[in-house]
Nanobody, 126 residues
Framework: QVQLVESGGGLVQAGGSLRLSCAAS????????MGWFRQAPGKEREFVAGISWSGGSTYVLDSVKARFTISRDNSKNTVYLQMNSLKPEDTALYYC???????????????????WGQGTQVTVSS
């Protein structure tokens, strides 16, 4: 099993940047595909970005792909979400998720990930 802890959220002005981190416990982090999701008040949780176990495959939501980048460092058991040019509509609780899978694919469905962190709040002021 893997446990996930997100960090790096906060309050930022529009146009600013944040880097979210998700630290995973356990010795088998490289066996997991990872994803970032977000949920704004009153809205469903949505996929933002995902990365395969090796980092060789990534996929970012079209609406943010020019501004967000996902990466991972398996030696540090950590996955990152770099967010640039933030907009007020990016305000949400951001979750890290893990799926035990060693394949060159990225899953985008909430129910395809079995492990979740508690989330980190990102608030972008206008």
């Amino acid at each position: 099993q893997v446990q996930l802890v997100e960090s790096g959220g906060g309050l930022v002005q529009a146009g600013g940047s944040l880097r979210l981190s998700c630290a995973a416990s356990g010795p088998t982090f490289s066996s997991y595909a990872m994803g970032w999701f977000r949920q704004a008040p009153g809205k469903e949780r949505e996929f933002v970005a995902g990365i395969s176990w090796s980092g060789g495959s990534t996929y970012v939501l079209d609406s943010v792909k020019a501004r967000f980048t996902i990466s991972r460092d398996n030696s540090k058991n950590t996955v990152y979400l770099q967010m640039n040019s933030l907009k007020p509509e990016d305000t949400a609780l951001y979750y890290c998720a893990a799926r035990r899978e060693r394949a060159p694919v990225v899953r985008t469905g909430v129910y395809e990930y079995g492990y979740w962190g508690q989330g980190t709040q990102v608030t972008v002021s206008s």
